[in-house]
């Protein structure tokens, strides 16, 4: 069984930081792309970043490049997402998810397992 646990959201004021973790417990693999989702109700949920287990393959997002920056633990199972210059329009829930097919992919649809999100609002 595989679980996520987000976690570090909360209230920030633009141009503020904010450091998410995404605990994941059960089987994983170096192959597996761990990701971060976001949305806001009515809307889609959207692609952040992505980072395999094995550091390679790393993928933002155009909206949050040069200010975001996902990283990996393998020892703690944990994935981050770094949050910097935080704007108004990333606020959202935020996911962590895991797919397990070596195939990184930036849609939602491709992965298997979430968590169960961790709120980001940033005020202007």
């Known amino acids: 069984q595989v679980q996520l646990v987000e976690s570090g959201g909360g209230l920030v004021q633009a141009g503020g930081s904010l450091r998410l973790a995404c605990a994941v417990s059960g089987r994983t693999a170096i192959w597996y792309t761990m990701a971060w989702f976001r949305q806001v109700p009515g809307k889609a949920r959207e692609f952040v970043a992505a980072i395999k287990w094995s550091g390679g393959n790393i993928n933002y997002a155009d909206s949050v490049k040069g200010r975001f920056t996902i990283s990996r633990d393998n020892v703690k199972s944990t994935v981050y997402l770094q949050m910097n210059s935080l704007k108004p329009e990333d606020t959202a829930t935020y996911y962590c998810?895991?797919?397990?097919?070596?195939?990184?992919?930036?849609?939602?649809?491709?992965?298997?397992?979430w968590g169960q999100g961790t709120s980001v609002t940033v005020s202007s």
């Open positions: 998810a895991e797919d397990t097919s070596a195939r990184p992919s930036t849609l939602y649809t491709e992965y298997e397992y």
